[in-house]
Antibody
Framework: EGQLVESGGGLVQPGRSMKLSCAAS????????MAWVCQAPNKGLEWVAT????????YYRDSVKGRFTISRDNAKSTLYLQMDSLRSEDTATYYC??????????WGQGVTVTVSS | DIQMTQSPSLLSASVGDRVTLNCKAS??????LAWYQQKLGEAPKVLIY???TLQTAIPSRFSGSGSGTDFTLTISSLQPEDVATYFC?????????FGGGTKLEMK
């Protein structure tokens, strides 16, 4: 059974940076694309970014392009999300998720990012 | 992006009721649809994929149907532990998008 555990959230001021991590176990991490999905307070789910299994391709939603960077270390089975120039509208719970065959079959427990002065 | 619209946004039902949740796509997505259950304070959990395939270990009272633009999640006999918000998600094209959710409450 796969497991994803996020870390790195918290309170950050607008314009500053934060890096999230997601440690994977229970499956062969290097064989799978991975993604970040966010959920603003009392709102729905939104895809943020996806990275291919080997890190060669990355995709971002428009609102984070140029500010967020998704990356991975397959040797450590870890996914990252570097978030720069943070805005109040980035406040959300961020989930690490595995897009298996189109749907997200494994999810982390989520980490909260609050952007506020 | 493909827009996903769920209805109703809020649903109240009693234990044992048959419950139907709806999801409509803005264009044909064939059967490229998943349903998730999210309980308060928890991560989403996939219930159904490919519109009608039950994920492993999900109770058989959950079922999905539909293709094209209109989809349904049915709970055949509502249980107290089914109180949650349910989201649909398309994975046919472009950015995978979610519906706004249906919050299911117990009467």
């Amino acid at each position: 059974e796969g497991q994803l555990v996020e870390s790195g959230g918290g309170l950050v001021q607008p314009g500053r940076s934060m890096k999230l991590s997601c440690a994977a176990s229970g499956f062969t991490f290097k064989n799978y694309d991975m993604a970040w999905v966010c959920q603003a307070p009392n709102k729905g789910l939104e895809w943020v970014a996806t990275i291919s299994y080997d890190g060669s391709s990355t995709y971002y939603r428009d609102s984070v392009k140029g500010r967020f960077t998704i990356s991975r270390d397959n040797a450590k089975s870890t996914l990252y999300l570097q978030m720069d120039s943070l805005r109040s509208e980035d406040t959300a719970t961020y989930y690490c998720a595995r897009p298996g065959y189109g749907y997200y079959d494994y999810w982390g427990q989520g980490v909260t990012v609050t952007v506020s002065s | 992006d493909i827009q996903m619209t769920q209805s109703p946004s809020l649903l109240s039902a009693s234990v044992g009721d048959r419950v139907t949740l709806n999801c409509k796509a803005s264009q044909n997505i064939y059967k490229n649809l998943a349903w998730y259950q999210q309980k308060l304070g928890e991560a989403p959990k996939v219930l159904i994929y490919n519109a009608d395939t039950l994920q492993t270990a999900i109770p058989s009272r959950f079922s999905g149907s539909g293709s094209g633009t209109d989809f349904t999640l049915t709970i055949s006999s509502l249980q107290p532990e089914d109180v949650a918000t349910y989201f649909c998600q398309q994975y046919y094209r472009g950015s995978w998008t979610f519906g706004g959710g249906t919050k299911l409450e117990m009467k």
